[in-house]
């Protein structure tokens, strides 16, 4: 019995790990990722404390203490090798030199004490006092535009500067350039007006898409069905190309199909009218194509099914049928269309969560455009987190918006689970160990 | 039944309605191999031009095309003998053996195999970036194949369910163990399944798109589904007839392949399990 147990988790372990890495973790991490507020400028590997003038910009918006800006600007002096470089540079070298040998690293807390130090060169002797404090200036230290990679050493940093507890606590917050933790993605999307939108054109596009397709299937699977064997498999092969040939070169003989470069453009010149781009020149047209395209590929999926229940009745019912009396309409009513019922039922509850959730034809067709107007939940989801003009890719909203998705996914596993006949799956094996 | 009707009305309508798919099939053959006359679509000259991309040496930051073809290869061939050999074994265990938490495994492969995988790209991009495996040919076919594992395993298991017990228990009756049974005995019987699954999940990842488009987009790890679409979204250079012959050398293995193994790949599509 043990040994056959082994045996069984050896087979099915490297599958186990390989859904459990790359398939079951991203379920979690979409959760996990849509209470982030992770972008491109958040980084996804958490981030590092960075005060700049933006970020004192919005420190400002506190109520903090009226000094600690001051104290946070005017860190200190300190005689560094860049102070120096620029004294060589813009004086001589020889004071630079000369300082260095006097005080390389040494740190001043005010810019009195360095003037006072300053004039104690021998050598190279600042005369002006306005020189003098030219220089020390250049030695000016500040914690603005440094770069802390730990939170404990930026806040020692803050505290060496006398700046008290409740101040530091919001630079900490403001200064940190990673991603945190956050539900303002679901107000995000709750409020906004273009999730009505997207959600609106999903509606649209899978409403019409689906129509299409179990209508067009029916069509295709009850008309071949009457057709002589070789004429009707001529045409299953042709409704069924746009299922095998990869999408990449299935869209681009629609674009053709339909730019102002292409058939119909070509067509319509004929009857006068100048050529122009059918797809893109209209949300109309481009739904229009968006479900042709989707179409006509989704309709061999019915097509294949229904033609095989069809297949499935037995011919004495429709001979039984003819004999009575009944036309080819009442025949296929009557006798075709309630036998399927189930594959019918099946198709529609199959593509519409497939149609939900997809989006490659749309983003290799229109791309969402023209405008935003063929912008489903999905491709905004991916527009929003992996690809847009904007270049701020805002990883934690488009996870978001994903997560609506593998949400609707989950229950309708669940849905497909009860669905299925889950007894009958899981007979017991008849070998025991 | 067919004999008091004429089939020419259903076959002339049939005609009329795939008219589109036609003209776009033949146009995309014919265009090919010819210029169309100025101004216009219809061929006028014959030409080979459109399939200089094949013999010229790309121009700095282009991909060149037998590199592409090879990493296309590659990545279609490695994600199918994965799923494929995975999917033998799993296939097996969950069809016959009686481990602990079989019916835990079974309601999961039913819900994975519904569940909208394209659903999980943003998290898997972040994820792949986080292990350290975006951009890279392994870290595609990693996703790729695990996407594709409950459906692959779903079929196989879908074939072990058809051999007889009789064939197993026979074996185990003159002492072979299990292992040994399910190599000697039942393998060769769900070939026909293995041979459909590892076209079926090549085929799938010769056209898989999304993916390589999001997961690896430098012009090193480039496939052709991602080459064919960035060059239609490069404007510099607007060649419908260029297109079309990358879309045509791109797509010869699969109908090659469809051709060959209509058969065997229709026991797949007609199970009417994935979309």
Redesign the interface.
Known sequence: MNRINWFGFIFISPVLIMVLLFFLTPVVMTAFFSFTNMSTSTGIKGGEYLINQETIKEIKKYNIQNDTIEKLENAGYSINEEGLKIISEKYKESLSNEIKSLYFGEKFSNRKDLERALKKLKKNKIKKTRDRKEIAEIFKESIINERFDSKSIFEENLIKLEIDQNDRDVIIKESYTGWSWTNNNFKLIYSLPSSYKFAFYTLIYVSFTLTFNVVFGLFLAISTFYLPSKTASTFRTIWFLPRILPPVLYVLMWKWFTWDTGFISQMSTYFGASPKNWMMDSPVHAWTVIVLINGFVGASFGMILFSSAIKAIPSSMLYASEVDGANRWQQIWNIIIPQLRWPIMFTTAYQTLSLLTSFEYILLATNGGPGRSTEVWALAAYHTALQNYAGNLQYGLGATYALVLVIIGIIASLFYLKFFNFKDLVTKPRIEG | ??NY?R?WP??L??TLI?L??????I??II?NFTNPAPG??WPSSFTLEHWRFLWETPKTGESYIWTVTFNTFIFASTTSIMVTS??M??G?????????G??I???GL???H??????????????L??MGLYNTLLGVI??K???E??FG?WIMKGFYDTVP?EI??AG?QDGAS??TVWRKLILPQVQPGIAALLIFSF?SG??E??LPL?LAPSSDVQV??TY??AL?LDDNKFD?NL??SV?TF??IP??II?IVFQKKL?NI??G?TK?
């Not at chain 2, 589109?20 to 099939?25: E, S």
């Not at chain 2, 097996?92 to 602990?100: A, F, G, K, N």
């Open positions: 039944m067919n009707y089939s259903i076959t309508l049939l795939s589109p798919l036609l003209i776009m099939f146009f995309q265009d216009g679509i995975l999917s074994t799993s097996y265990v969950l069809s016959r053996l009686d481990i602990p079989r019916k495994f079974l309601a039913i819900m994975l519904a569940f909208p995988t394209i659903s999980l790209i943003v998290a898997i991009f972040l994820t970036q986080i990693l996703v194949s695990a996407l594992l409950p395993v017990w197993e228990m185990i299990r292992f085929l010769w056209s798109f999304v999001v052709l589904s064919l679409s239609i419908f297109f079309k879309g791109y797509a699969v109908i469809y229709m599509y007609g009417g979309g």
